[in-house]
């Protein structure tokens, strides 16, 4: 009777003992598998961050200062026939993958001058790299009278 005891309460603790490790074991799967995600996210976050700070920053050339914040807003400097200044604001976003910057003004920009051709009523504009746009017609065509390059400071 003392070895029949002795027998089931052996394999019970190697039944507990078993149910044990496979928890022990399944948890640490999770633990695993969750900071694995997280690693993974944080790595998406952080390539993200990166893309949107080579965006942002100050373009300029002598006639043109834009401004691309880091909370999608825009501001442009431009001098109107070469004398006084304008200043217009609005917003940006990028418009495919692949580095198109379509910029967006509240009021349209009045006579600035992209390229070699004054424009009277512009509210948007295109940045592809540092070259400003005036329009996708003209990128489409490679119309390089209907852009200004900018330096990134």
């Known amino acids: 009777m003392v070895l029949l005891i002795n027998q089931i309460v052996k394999h019970k603790i190697t039944a507990i003992l078993s149910v044990i490790a496979i928890a022990l074991a399944i948890g640490g799967y999770v ?3 969750k900071h694995q ?19 942002v920053g100050t ?16 501001q442009i400097t431009y001098k109107k026939g070469g004398w006084s200044e304008r200043t217009s604001k609005g917003y940006w976003r990028e418009k495919f993958d692949g580095g198109l910057i379509e ?5 349209s920009l009045e006579d600035i001058y992209i390229g070699n051709e004054k424009r009277y009523y512009c509210s948007t504009l295109y940045l592809v790299g540092n070259t400003l746009w005036e329009s996708m017609s003209a990128i489409k065509s490679q119309d390089y009278r209907a852009c200004e390059h900018l330096s990134k400071e």
């Open 31 to 33: 633990a695993i598998k």
């Open 37 to 55: 995600e997280k690693k993974q996210a944080e790595a998406a976050l952080m390539q993200e961050l990166d893309h949107v700070m080579g965006i």
């Open 59 to 74: 373009y300029k050339n002598s006639d043109i200062t834009l401004v691309l914040s880091i909370d999608n807003t825009a």
């Open 103 to 107: 910029i967006e003004f509240s009021k």
